[in-house]
């Protein structure tokens, strides 16, 4: 089992910056490869950003390449979304998730476990 809690949302202008932090219990953390998804008022949930066990090959939606970093410390059980040049669209819940295995999916169903989520919003 992996419990997530994600921490670092809140209300930040346009242009602004925000880093998520989503701490994991469990021993085997570095067995799991992370994401963060994101779900707005209405929509869909949507693949944000996601990186492997290892920390390689990190992939990123389009929507927030450039402007979002994802990052992962196995020491520290812990993964962060560093979110610079946020822009309104990027408003939204978003959710710290972990999938057994060395590679990461751009589909929600794919991820075993989920957090909380954390509220972004970005006004403008």
């Known amino acids: 089992q992996v419990q997530l809690v994600e921490s670092g949302g809140g209300l930040v202008q346009a242009g602004g910056s925000l880093r998520l932090s989503c701490a994991a219990s469990?021993?085997?953390?570095?067995?799991?490869?992370m994401g963060w998804f994101r779900q707005a008022p209405g929509k869909e949930r949507e693949f944000v950003a996601a990186?492997?066990?290892?920390?390689?090959?990190?992939d990123y939606a389009d929507s927030v390449k450039g402007r979002f970093t994802i990052s992962r410390d196995n020491a520290k059980n812990t993964v962060a979304l560093q979110m610079n040049s946020l822009k309104p669209e990027d408003t939204a819940v978003y959710y710290c998730?972990?999938?057994?295995?060395?590679?990461?999916?751009?589909?929600?169903?794919?991820?075993?476990?989920w957090g909380q989520g954390t509220q972004v919003t970005v006004s403008s």
């Open positions: 990186i492997t066990w290892s920390s390689g090959y990190p």
């Open positions: 998730v972990a999938k057994y295995g060395s590679t990461w999916d751009y589909r929600p169903t794919s991820y075993d476990y």
């Open positions: 469990g021993r085997t953390f570095s067995m799991y490869a």
